[in-house]
């Protein structure tokens, strides 16, 4: 008898409020865990400084991105806070069908329609230590003015009350800590008992 995992790639959605510090603890991720694949999302915000196209976002115009979605070419969409985010479609599966393991980092209502979609995946809510080291991380970040700090806020109140939606939860603490939790849940996804193949000794 031989034992093997399923070659099936997870499809890993880390979620949780604007600010809580997705993009750092993915940016940390990819060091400590480079074997896991990121999808890039499209997205109709203006680039920030030192953000590159095809790299952090593929930069859409908001006619290039209502195409996508006329033509099925996303997974999700979401409209956060004025603009239009979604994650391309194609690549995500391709890699999935290859037994890699894809990361989506989105927002709250982007993960819900992945859920119904890819019930399969693994769902992860980043949280704050605390709302006001939330707002502190969105103040000193320093890239959006008030009206979208204000606004920025407030979805992530809303956001917060998702939480219960996902199979897991970390809490931002400190990079590193965040990091090697989702490690532990990515390893142990791939330990459980349905991703277990038998065959016979050849
Ligand atoms: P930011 O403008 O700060 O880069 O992103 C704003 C929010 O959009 C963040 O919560 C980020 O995770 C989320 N986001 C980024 N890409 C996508 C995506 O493809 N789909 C959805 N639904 N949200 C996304």
Same mark, same amino acid.
């Given at each position: 008898m031989k034992a093997n995992y399923v070659n099936e790639g997870l499809l890993v959605v880390i979620s949780g409020p604007s600010g809580v510090g997705k993009g750092t603890v993915c940016k940390a991720l990819r060091e400590m865990m480079p074997e896991l694949t990121y999808s890039i999302s499209a997205t109709t915000r203006s680039p920030r400084e030192g953000e590159v196209d095809g790299v952090n976002y593929f930069f859409k115009s908001v006619q290039e991105f209502e195409k996508m979605i006329e033509e099925d070419e996303l997974i999700e969409w979401a409209q956060y806070v004025g603009n239009y985010y979604g994650t391309p479609r194609r690549f995500v599966e391709e890699m999935l069908a290859k037994g890699q393991d894809v990361v989506l980092e989105i927002e709250v209502q982007g993960a819900m329609q992945v859920k119904e979609k890819y019930p399969q995946g693994i769902f992860i809510f980043l949280v704050p230590p605390s709302f006001e080291e939330l707002r502190q991380r969105i103040i000193h970040r320093?890239?959006?003015s008030e009206s979208v700090l204000n606004l920025r806020l407030e979805a992530a109140s809303d956001e917060l009350?998702?939480? =219960?939606?996902? =199979?897991y939860v970390v809490i931002n603490d400190e990079v590193d800590k965040a990091c090697e939790r989702i490690r532990a849940i990515v390893m142990a996804e791939h330990c459980r008992t349905d991703r277990l193949k038998i065959s016979e000794d050849a």
């Open positions: 320093g890239t959006e009350k998702q939480i =219960d939606q996902y =199979d």
